[in-house]
């Protein structure tokens, strides 16, 4: 009777997980019996943050099967052999993936679960040929470039040029519109989460939601973002934030009233390039009634410290001018600096937050927002300076 009742547990822990649970059957000429595969759970805030890992082996013939717990609408990453792909998933769903060579695993289309959805499908898959092609396209640019192929650098460089000069985003944006598709719904708050916060665009996409959505891990994010960025708007108080800087300082927003704020969030990108010196002038010029904040990731921190002359990428060169003594530099990937992204909406780079002396939000934005710093600073400095 015990045996019996042992089992009866063991049963109802897997049935009770199975209802959590996502199943991916993967299949791939090149995965041998006893391969390790990877799933990482990635954060829906941040790009790269990874919540947990689970470790799968592949059970040989080419075919592995991953049966693993999620979230409400969970934000996937397979990799097998160093190369990975990205979906998105539920439980109770199963989902097929086959790949070919796990090099172009990027580009590899799901089947089942949310990719059943005929719209999401079509815009996923063309989506993924049409970054295959570009990407394709500029790799054997690279190539022949490297070996002095001028007629095939030719070539390759206007078949690249073609594809880039497409707008992919007509698409995207009328899928991203859609409040039946929890991937749908997801992408819309991700992508336009820092785009015109004075906008009433997501309230009107929220009413226009299923109540499934609405109730559904995607809808759940949605809504978070949509209470983040009402916080955000002009003259909104700005929410207090403690942050540790790269020498071990705390620095509270709270202690620095009576000073202009500047958080200035960057990365290794065309827009931080073309902004980061009006940057470094704001914060010499009024130094005394500005505090500048430059936060970043560890990774990209480091990364350009360590440039030297000898490095091939010479575009790290200038970022180091956002590497200041005379400044607060800070890491959101510490742990306790994390909240401030999420808070701030910090989900593209540059992302700029200018908050005045009474702790209220001027501006929130792109690297626009400097030239709105610019004035302000200048004003208060004319008639408040002794």
Known sequence: MKKLFTLFLLFATFQASSQNAVTINVQSVDISAGDTLTLDHMSLFHYNGVEKTSYFVADGNGKAIIHDAVDSFSRLRLNIKDNNVTIYADAGQTLNIKVGNPHDMEYVTPTGGFYDDPGYYDYI??????????????????YFAGIGANDSVQHYMSL??????????????????????????YMFANELGMDYLEKKNFEKQWKKMDEDIKASGAGQYFKQIMEARKELRSNAQARNFSVIDTKGNSVELKSLEGRFVILYYWGVCGYVLQSWSGLVDLHEKYGDILTTIALT??????????????????????????????????????????????????????????????????????????????????????????
């Open 125 to 142: 898959s063309n989506h993924n040929t049409f970054i295959c092609n570009k990407n394709n396209a500029f790799y054997k640019f690279q």
């Open 297 to 386: 990731k560890e990774s990209t921190f480091n990364q350009v410290s360590s440039y030297n002359l000898h490095n091939t990428d010479a575009l790290l060169l200038p970022l180091k001018g956002l590497i200041r003594d005379d400044w607060t530099n800070v890491l959101t990937d510490n742990h306790d600096n994390a909240q401030i992204e999420e808070d701030y909406l910090m989900m593209a780079t540059p992302c700029v937050v200018l908050i005045s002396p009474k702790g209220r939000i001027i501006k929130h934005g792109y690297a626009n927002v400097l030239k709105t710093a610019k004035t302000r600073l200048k004003l208060y400095s004319l008639f408040h300076r002794k």
């Open 160 to 185: 690249y040029n073609s594809l880039n000069g497409k707008d992919d985003s007509k698409h995207q944006m009328e899928f991203m519109k859609r409040t039946d598709n929890q991937v749908a719904v």
